[in-house]
């Protein structure tokens, strides 16, 4: 009988994990969160701006995209996760480019770049679809083509 309920307890336990494994979603964060998240990057950007400015001058800020040194005139930021891949945003999150834009940072980061004279871009960008091509699911499948924010600061001479 002891044997029975230690094997029906583990048995239970193995199940629990194995649902918590299948079926638990991460938590989402909250649009005052991402707010947040989003006012850091943006002081970031800012702290390093006139640093950046003088690299590309000199030839040696590594652009993104196809990797270049060459001077440009500008630069453009991909906001970043902590895995130093594009943080990207599902289409039903409700924060857009104006929740970002009246944030504290990125309103500190558009100061100093009117105060050095240059111009401030934020660009929502879309994720083009993910490769599902199966008919027989489009009932069931809600598509949901992320999006990401890069910012581009420019006008500076080289």
Not at 21 to 39: C, G, N, R
Not at 125 to 147: C, F, K, M, S
């Amino acid at each position: 009988m002891k044997e029975n309920m230690n094997t029906i307890l583990i048995i239970l336990l193995i199940c629990g994990i194995a649902y918590l494994a299948l079926f638990h979603q991460p938590k989402q964060e909250t649009p005052a969160e991402l707010k947040q998240w989003f006012s850091t990057q943006m002081v970031m950007i800012s702290e390093g701006l006139e640093k950046d400015i003088a690299l590309d001058k000199q030839g040696q800020y590594p652009h993104s995209g196809k990797q270049s040194f060459e001077p440009k005139g500008s630069i453009t930021y991909v906001l970043l996760d902590k895995d130093r891949t594009r943080f990207e945003l599902s289409q039903f999150t409700e924060l857009g480019s104006s929740d970002i834009e009246s944030t504290r940072g990125y309103l500190q980061l558009k100061n100093k770049a009117e105060n050095l004279g240059l111009s401030i871009r934020l660009n929502e960008i879309d994720v083009e679809g993910d490769g599902v091509q199966t008919w027989n699911e489009l009932d069931e499948y809600i598509a949901d083509y992320p999006r990401f924010y890069t910012v581009t600061i420019s006008g500076w001479s080289v």
